[in-house]
């Protein structure tokens, strides 16, 4: 059974944002990424 979501904190957003192995993941595989607002706030900073 594939796998349709993930919940990620700041470091999976880190690692998508500098192109790493869950960037792959995200945009090859189609996985979509949950993360709260705090998460996306403090990898704004």
């Given at each position: 059974?594939?796998?349709?979501a ?38 704004a900073?």
């Open positions: 059974m594939p796998i349709a993930v919940v990620g904190d700041a470091n999976v957003l880190l690692s998508a944002v500098i192109g790493k192995a869950a960037l792959r993941v995200i945009t090859e595989y189609g996985v979509e990424a949950h993360v709260a607002r705090f998460n996306v706030d403090e990898v900073e």
